[in-house]
């Protein structure tokens, strides 16, 4: 898949079986069933239903759903897999064939929504960060405002992953690293900023994101970069450099 006019568009086909696989999990995630195939075997459609949820490159422990829901106008949902039960970041769209994979897997204890786009049992409330009820310490939930007013991001330590909704992306230009989409926004791009500029608190490097692409950072010193070249762009000084950096760096 590549960009035109700000939109994707698939520019090549699939040259191997593993190309076919992997565009058939694309066709299968489409939320508004927009990737068709004039051929198709299956064998592959089965083999590339049994590869979901995709694991998240670089991670031990994250997997992608797939399987895209236009009610959430596309937005990825991911599964951490943990003993301590594992958990779900947003909803994907129902599937039978996904619904046994993700219970092949351990199931779900957890379903944690970002922001609002769907009903919830339990309410978050102060700022946070919070824990699950489950008293463990790998997971972290960051109040982080800006898309919504209460936006939600999950950290994921182990793997030092962070699920961020749509709080953050991967930008569209090579020298945009990440990127906040300003016209999706439902309550302040100046506040969303300042959240991103919040989570250098945490050492993450993989940025899963419901829209957008993901990214995946090198360091520590790559975090700092990327988030610091985003707020300089959009006119948020980087206040100063967080400790973990500085000594890392020394």
């Known amino acids: 898949m590549h960009r035109i006019d700000e939109q994707s568009a ?12 992997r565009a058939l999990q694309a066709l299968l995630s489409c939320p508004t069933f927009s990737i068709h195939v004039n051929e198709k075997s299956s064998k592959e459609l089965k083999e590339a239903q049994a590869g979901m949820p995709l694991p998240v490159p670089g991670t031990a422990n994250c997997f992608s759903c797939g ?15 943990r003993p301590q039960g594992n958990v779900m970041v947003d909803a994907p769209r129902y599937n039978p064939i996904l619904a046994k994979r993700i219970q092949e897997m351990g199931g779900i204890k957890y379903i944690v929504l970002t922001h609002k786009d769907d009903a919830v049992e339990v309410k ?59 016209d999706f926004n439902w309550y302040s791009v100046p506040r969303q900023l300042e959240s991103v500029r919040d989570l250098l608190q945490y050492d993450w490097l993989h940025v899963l994101p419901g829209h957008g692409r993901p990214v995946h950072l090198r360091d520590a010193l790559h975090r700092l970069q990327a988030v610091n070249a985003l707020l300089q762009r959009e006119g948020l000084q980087l206040e100063q450099q967080p400790a973990a950096v500085s000594s890392a760096s020394s």
């Open 67 to 81: 399987w895209r829901s236009e009610k959430t106008v596309g937005g990825e949902s991911f599964v951490i897999t």
């Open 124 to 182: 978050l409330t102060g700022e946070g960060p919070w824990q699950l009820p489950d008293g463990s310490d790998d997971i972290t939930l960051i109040f982080t405002p800006g898309h919504t007013a209460a936006h939600v991001c999950l950290y994921y330590a182990p793997d030092k992953a962070l699920f961020c909704g749509d709080h953050l992306c991967a930008g569209y230009t090579p020298d945009e690293e990440l990127y906040v989409f300003k």
């Open 10 to 21: 698939v520019h090549q086909q699939p040259s191997d079986r593993k190309g076919r696989v």
